[in-house]
């Protein structure tokens, strides 16, 4: 194992907000039109891997991605929203956002997490609490992963239910940017642009620490996660949130934080993200989410991240 990997599980949660509490051990089972509260609906699958969707102008006080989200103890940062059917959506998190043993170096084949059907998800701007309904910790460990492996070490994501009485406040497009405009499926290349937000409280809401911009610097785990440097360090209740891929297309989600050795650039600070598409195809491939599961996307992105 790489020296990287090894600090991977040591500052794991250094984008976090810090790790649960719970000593569950046990593995568990766009368009801009003029708006529409409904919920999303659904394409049954085999076709588009978005679910269009007309939603009207986003406003600050809906839950889209980069919302704050914590669970028993941790903060996060949300990242994308997804959907199977007009009466369900997801908002994507980070799977260590819901261990406690995230920041004790093991594992996350052999952690313990809070367990799916946990209901009390807080999501910034929802009047009612979450429920998580996938952990890609838990299902690797159901799954029988080898610790250590490239899936085991990479593959870190997670999805909250939104509660049936906030569908009517949903939106697709991302604080800062947008988007994401499609689900960026296959592999990024290394010099690629990125483009980052994390919503910790510890940037007092300015939105010029908020978003950040950077480039892939190394594909790893064999395209299971990506290492990206930015123009701003992440920080704790930054994990879990969205990467944007060149195009304003849905790349990743924010996974660790380390910090770069030497070399006069402003891009010092590198992230591994944890590559969305691989994880999606995941979950639905074993069985642990609905194969019709969408994101909802939102055409419009803005690089500069003054949106």
């Known amino acids: 194992m790489t020296r990287w990997l090894v600090f991977v599980f040591v500052a794991l949660l250094s984008a976090c907000g810090g790790s649960s509490n719970s000593s569950n051990s046990a593995p568990s089972n766009n368009g801009s039109t003029a708006g529409t509260d409904n919920p999303p609906q659904g394409n049954n699958g085999g076709g588009s891997p978005e679910t269009p969707v007309s939603f009207?102008?986003?406003?600050?006080?809906?839950?889209?991605?980069?919302?704050?989200?914590?669970?028993d103890g941790s903060g996060c940062t949300g990242n994308f929203l997804f959907s199977p059917n007009a009466q369900t959506v997801y908002i994507g998190v980070a799977a260590h956002c819901f261990s406690i043993?995230?920041?004790?170096?093991?594992?996350?084949?052999?952690?313990?997490?809070?367990?799916?059907?946990?209901?009390?998800?807080?999501i910034e701007n929802a009047t009612q609490p979450g429920e998580l309904v996938y952990s890609s910790w838990r299902a690797m460990q159901e799954q029988g992963e080898t610790p250590g492996s490239d899936v085991c070490v990479y593959n870190d994501f997670a999805l909250v239910k939104v509660h049936a009485d906030d569908l009517a406040n949903i939106h697709?497009?991302?604080?800062?940017?947008?988007?994401?405009?499609?689900?960026?499926?296959?592999?990024?290349?290394?010099?690629?642009?990125?483009?980052a937000y994390g919503r910790s409280p510890f940037h007092f809401g300015l939105r010029n620490l908020e978003a950040k911009t950077g480039s892939i610097t190394a594909v790893l785990g064999d395209g299971w996660a990506y290492e990206i440097r930015t123009d701003k360090a992440s920080i704790p209740g930054d994990s879990g949130g969205p990467i944007f891929g060149?195009?304003?297309?849905?790349?990743?989600?924010?996974?660790?934080?380390?910090?770069?050795?030497g070399g006069p650039t402003v891009l010092n600070v590198r992230n591994g993200v944890a590559n969305v598409?691989?994880?999606?195809?995941?979950?639905?491939?074993?069985?642990?989410?609905?194969?019709?599961?969408?994101?909802?996307?939102?055409?419009?992105?803005?690089?500069?991240?003054?949106?």
Not at 101 to 122: A, K, R, S, W, Y
Request: charged residues 15%; negative net charge.
């Open 277 to 307: 598409d691989r994880a999606l195809k995941y979950a639905i491939d074993a069985g642990f989410i609905n194969a019709d599961t969408k994101l909802l996307v939102w055409p419009d992105f803005y690089p500069a991240g003054n949106f």
């Open 56 to 71: 009207g102008t986003p406003a600050s006080s809906q839950i889209r991605p980069g919302m704050e989200i914590s669970a």
């Open 101 to 122: 043993d995230t920041n004790d170096g093991i594992d996350p084949c052999e952690t313990n997490n809070l367990p799916i059907g946990f209901n009390q998800v807080i």
């Open 246 to 261: 060149p195009d304003g297309q849905a790349l990743a989600v924010t996974s660790v934080l380390s910090v770069g050795l």
């Open 172 to 195: 697709p497009a991302s604080f800062a940017f947008g988007g994401p405009v499609s689900l960026f499926t296959g592999l990024a290349s290394v010099g690629d642009n990125v483009f």
